[in-house]
C-alpha cells in the first residue's frame, strides 16, 4: 500500500515538473535564439472598393534558426505597447522545420488566408498602426526572442535585414529593420509571408555594394560639374518632365548627396537607397522629377540615378533659378539662370559651344540661300 502510495505521488510529481503547454510551458525544449521574429504586417491596405478593416489580415512572422524542427505548442506569444498593457495567446500543437519561416496571423483557424500559416485569432488584440509595438516569444518565464516593430506604413511589412540570416539579437535594434518593397503578396501590400525578406535597411554613411556592407564614397568639390538643366520641359508638364545633368570628374558614391535648390525653404532631398550608387569618373547621370520614360518626355530609364521633388524655375534678372549637389553641409557645385526658354535644356560650356555651332550651320545656310536668289 505503501508502495502505491508512492508510486502515485511519483506520477503526480513528474506531472507538476513536466511542461505544461495549456499555461503556455512549451512542449519543446526551446532557448533563447532557437525562434526568431523577422516581419511584422500590422496595416492592410484595403483593394478598390474594399474595406479597411485589418480584421484577418495582420501577420508577423518566425524564423527557425535552429538546426531541428520545432514542436511550438506550448509557446506563450506577447503583444503589447512598450511598457503597456499584454495580450497573449498560446500556441497549439505544430511544427517548424529547421531553416523555415512560418506566419501567424489574426485570422481564425478554418479562414486562415493563402499566406498565412495559423491563427491566433483575437487573441493578441490589434497591431499597432502607429507608435509602434512588442511582440515577445517565451517558454514559461523563459523568453525565447522579442522584437518591436515600428513606423508602420499602410499596406507595407516591416522585415528584418535580408542582408545577413535572421539572429534574435540583429532584430533588438530597429535601425535593422525596413519596409518591405519588393512583393506583392496580396493586392496592394508587400511582405514576404513565409519566405526570406526583400529589403536591407538605409545606414547612414553604409551602402550595400553587391552583398556586402561598406562606407559610402560622397564626392567632394571638384568631383563633379553640373552640366545641363532642363527646367521648361514642352512634351510633358515640369512635374513630369525636369530633370538636370552632372558629369562625374571623379568616380563617388551618390549614396547620401542631397539634391537641392539655394532659393526655397525646403530641406535637400536625399539620395538613400541601400544599395551602393557608384558613378564612374567621366560619365554623366541624370536627376529627375519622374524616373517613368514612357511619361517624363523620354529620359533613357538607365541615366537616371535619383529624383527630386523641389521644382526647377524659370529664373529671372531678380529671382535666378539655382540647383545644387549637397554633401551634407558642403556644396559640391550649382548652377544657377535668369531665364530659360520652353523645350530647350540650360547647359554649360561643352554644349554652349555645340549650340553655337548650330547656329553658325544655320546662320551659313541662311547666307548661302541669300546669295544664290
Request: aromatic share 6%; hydrophobic share 35%.
Amino acid at each position: 500500500m505503501r508502495f502505491v502510495l508512492f508510486a502515485g505521488a511519483a506520477a503526480l510529481l513528474g506531472a507538476a515538473c513536466g511542461p505544461d503547454p495549456k499555461a503556455g510551458d512549451c512542449e519543446d525544449d526551446l532557448i533563447a535564439g532557437d525562434l526568431v521574429i523577422t516581419e511584422v504586417f500590422a496595416d492592410s491596405k484595403a483593394p478598390p472598393g474594399g474595406s479597411g478593416t485589418d480584421d484577418g489580415k495582420e501577420w508577423f512572422e518566425i524564423y527557425n534558426a535552429s538546426d531541428r524542427p520545432v514542436d511550438l505548442k506550448g509557446l506563450t506569444i506577447v503583444h503589447s505597447r512598450v511598457g503597456g498593457t499584454a495580450k497573449s495567446h498560446v500556441v497549439a500543437d505544430v511544427t517548424v522545420a529547421p531553416g523555415q519561416f512560418f506566419t501567424l496571423g489574426n485570422s481564425a483557424d478554418d479562414l486562415l488566408p493563402a499566406y498565412v500559416d495559423y491563427g491566433y485569432g483575437a487573441d493578441l488584440g490589434d497591431l499597432f498602426n502607429t507608435d509602434g509595438g512588442e511582440l515577445s516569444l517565451s517558454c514559461g518565464a523563459s523568453q525565447i526572442d522579442k522584437a518591436t516593430y515600428e513606423s508602420v506604413k499602410e499596406g507595407r511589412a516591416r522585415q528584418l535585414t535580408a542582408a545577413q540570416p535572421p539572429d534574435y539579437t540583429l532584430n533588438d535594434d530597429p535601425v535593422n529593420w525596413c519596409e518591405a518593397n519588393g512583393s506583392e503578396f496580396d493586392t496592394g501590400n508587400f511582405g514576404t509571408p513565409g519566405s526570406d525578406n526583400d529589403c536591407t535597411p538605409i545606414v547612414i554613411g553604409q551602402c550595400n555594394d553587391n552583398g556586402t556592407m561598406r562606407d559610402a564614397s560622397l564626392p567632394v568639390p571638384g568631383d563633379l560639374v553640373i552640366t545641363e538643366v532642363m527646367p521648361n520641359p514642352g512634351a510633358v508638364s515640369d512635374t513630369e518632365g525636369e530633370w538636370f545633368e552632372i558629369l562625374a570628374i571623379n568616380g563617388f558614391d551618390l549614396n547620401g548627396v542631397g539634391l537641392d535648390r539655394a532659393g526655397d525653404s525646403s530641406n535637400p532631398n536625399i539620395l538613400d537607397a541601400p544599395d551602393c550608387i557608384h558613378v564612374n569618373a567621366g560619365s554623366f547621370a541624370v536627376f529627375a522629377k519622374n524616373s517613368d520614360t514612357g511619361a517624363n518626355g523620354g529620359i533613357p530609364a538607365a541615366t537616371i540615378r535619383g529624383n527630386f521633388t523641389f521644382s526647377l524655375v524659370d529664373g529671372t534678372m531678380a529671382a535666378p533659378g539655382d540647383v545644387r549637389i549637397m554633401a551634407g553641409t558642403n556644396v559640391i557645385d550649382a548652377i544657377t539662370w535668369t531665364s530659360t526658354q520652353r523645350t530647350l535644356a540650360l547647359a554649360r560650356s561643352r554644349h554652349r559651344r555645340c549650340d553655337r555651332q548650330r547656329r553658325g550651320v544655320e546662320l551659313l545656310r541662311r547666307r548661302r540661300r541669300v546669295r544664290r536668289g
